[in-house]
């Protein structure tokens, strides 16, 4: 994994910016952050996207006022439990037109992250294992993808 100070500059970015809205793809939470924009995509709709994309493979929770309002594995539940993976759009979209902020960021020595957000919510991405891509920043102007996974930096170590 990325050293701590290396993964506090790249999400040092997301400070002020506005969390407005997430979504799944095929397991992966998409969280779109910062400012509006429009394009056209590959089907010629009009899409939104933000500045920035958060992708997210691992574990992730939404928690206020040490309560938990929704997480990954909420996703998984069956329907009867009113569940689904539009949860979380949902749940964002109650914030509109003021919606989230990010107020700040905290990283533990391992890498878990918090985003604590605006009105006392906090968001969590959690390492869950040793071996896989936990998530991945995307700067939608630039086009980089700044990807924190386990041993991503060990060979370069090694190469010291």
């Given amino acids: ?6 993964i506090q500059q790249k999400l040092a970015t997301l400070l002020g910016q506005m969390l407005w809205d997430g979504f799944d793809v095929a397991g992966i939470l998409c969280l779109r952050i910062g400012e509006k ?26 928690w206020h006022h040490q309560r938990l309002v929704i997480a990954n594995g909420d996703w998984a539940q069956p329907d009867p439990t009113g569940v689904e993976p539009s949860a979380l759009h949902s749940f964002l979209a109650t914030f509109w037109p003021q919606s989230l902020f990010i107020r700040s960021i905290q990283i533990n020595p391992i890498g878990d992250v918090q985003l604590h957000l605006s009105q006392g919510y906090c968001f969590e991405l959690l390492i869950s294992s040793t071996n896989n891509e936990y998530w991945r920043l995307i700067n939608n102007d630039t086009g980089e993808h700044f990807i924190v996974e386990a041993h991503d930096d060990e060979a370069a170590e090694d190469l010291d």
């Fill in 37 to 62: 924009r429009l394009t056209i995509n590959r089907k010629q709709q009009e899409v939104e996207f933000g500045r920035y994309s958060l992708h997210i493979g691992g574990v992730w929770r939404f």
């Fill in 1 to 6: 994994m990325h050293k701590i100070p290396v």
